[in-house]
């Protein structure tokens, strides 16, 4: 399992985990998540609970900012997906 402190391209990662394929590549599927609207949040709530079994042996990767409710950034680790923070330029 990969930590911010052993991935420097992404160090705001947390829930990185080893999902390689045939060459080694990790296959991503990759998403921005901002705010809190239940429409959104729910939306990447079910592509992440979906990725299983739409896409065995991918990953959901979720770009969040600090207006992610902490739940939903803990939820989406619970569904197995990673979640990348960015940070606000203001």
Not at 59 to 77: G, K, N, T, W
Request: proline letters at 8%; a neutral charge; charged letters at 20%.
């Amino acid at each position: 399992m990969f930590t911010p402190s052993h991935n420097p391209l992404l160090p705001g990662a947390t829930g990185i985990s080893d999902s390689t394929g045939v060459r080694g590549e990790k296959r991503v599927i990759s998403f921005g998540l901002y705010g809190a609207n239940p429409k959104y949040v729910s939306g990447a709530m079910r592509n992440a609970e979906l990725q299983p079994t739409l896409f065995p042996g991918w990953v959901c990767r979720f770009y969040v900012d600090d207006s992610v409710p902490e739940s939903a950034i803990r939820q989406l680790h619970s569904l197995g997906a990673e979640t990348v923070r960015l940070l606000s330029e203001c």
